[in-house]
């Protein structure tokens, strides 16, 4: 079992930052990935960026030059810089772990982030 735990969501103005960070707890392998997702209301979630434990990363054609995904192997925690939030960033944010050696992936609850118009 793996327990993501997310912190960093919140409220902020068009054009500020923020950053995420989702610490994964349980049985973690170290070879693994993990990533965030976001789903506005009424849409379906969808990629944000992703990056391995050898530190390779993906970025949805959004986000790309704005926001910024690294990891703390040491700590298995994953965060998520965002600058430059625009409105359309508005959406429940997921965490995400998953391994090829685990038969399941895993999610977090999810963290509310909110920009202003």
């Known amino acids: 079992q793996v327990q993501l735990v997310e912190s960093g969501g919140g409220l902020v103005q068009a054009g500020g930052s923020l950053r995420l960070s989702c610490a994964a707890s349980?049985?973690?392998?170290?070879?693994?990935?993990m990533g965030w997702y976001r789903q506005a209301p009424e849409k379906q979630r969808e990629l944000v960026a992703t990056?391995?434990?050898?530190?390779?990363?993906n970025y949805a054609d959004s986000v790309k030059g704005r926001f910024t995904i690294s990891r703390d192997n040491a700590k298995n925690t994953v965060y998520l810089q965002m600058n430059s939030l625009k409105p359309e960033d508005t959406a429940v944010y997921y965490c995400?772990?998953?391994?090829?050696?685990?038969?399941?992936?895993?999610w977090g609850q999810g963290t509310q982030v909110t920009i202003s118009s």
């Open positions: 349980g049985s973690i392998f170290s070879r693994n990935t």
């Open positions: 995400k772990y998953s391994s090829s050696y685990s038969y399941r992936d895993y």
């Open positions: 990056i391995t434990s050898g530190g390779s990363t």
